[in-house]
């Protein structure tokens, strides 16, 4: 009788181990899914803010007619030669200086046949692009009418 009841036992303990087993496998492998949807959230996040910061840079140079010293007034930014603008934001996407910078935004201004142009790079520390974008002005010569 007292065979019956180990092998009984036995039997529990191995199907207790087992389903421990599958609980395990399964749990690391919902661990490993959120840590990636974590990791693909954030690059979301930084995407957008790349974006949002290049439209606002963008619709700055528009605003400044092409004007590179209103430009770098409008945005604060730091003038480097030949015709670049520097922008840093720290982890929180504020703006902040070369030193606690966790995002570089390189703003090339040019010129090619009177229309102006803004070649603007976000990238991080690792120097991955996050985004580009590239923003036009052409400076229009209004006629007034003669009354």
């Given at each position: 009788m007292s065979a019956r009841t180990t092998s009984k036992s036995a039997l529990f303990l191995m199907e207790l181990i087992i389903a421990i087993l599958f609980f395990s496998v399964a749990s690391a492998v919902c661990i490993k899914l959120f840590v990636h949807s974590h990791l693909i959230s954030e690059?979301?996040?930084q995407i957008n803010h790349s974006v949002l910061i290049s439209q606002?840079?963008?619709?700055?140079?528009?605003?400044?007619?092409?004007d590179h010293a209103q430009l770098v007034k409008l945005l604060?930014?730091?003038?480097?030669?030949?015709?670049?603008?520097?922008l840093y934001y720290d982890k929180n996407w504020?703006?902040?200086?070369?030193?606690?910078?966790?995002?570089?935004?390189?703003?090339?201004?040019?010129?090619?046949?009177?229309?102006?142009?803004?070649?603007?790079?976000?990238?991080?520390?690792?120097?991955?692009?996050?985004y580009?974008?590239?923003?036009?002005?052409?400076?229009?010569?209004?006629?007034?009418?003669?009354p």
């Open positions: 690059k979301t996040i606002n840079i963008a619709e700055s140079f528009i605003n400044a007619k092409g604060d930014a730091s003038i480097q030669p030949p015709n670049q603008l520097m504020l703006h902040t200086d070369a030193e606690h910078a966790s995002f570089i935004v390189t703003t090339e201004l040019y010129s090619e046949n009177l229309i102006q142009f803004a070649d603007i790079t976000i990238v991080d520390q690792n120097s991955n692009i996050l580009q974008n590239l923003a036009s002005y052409y400076p229009q010569n209004t006629v007034e009418a003669i």
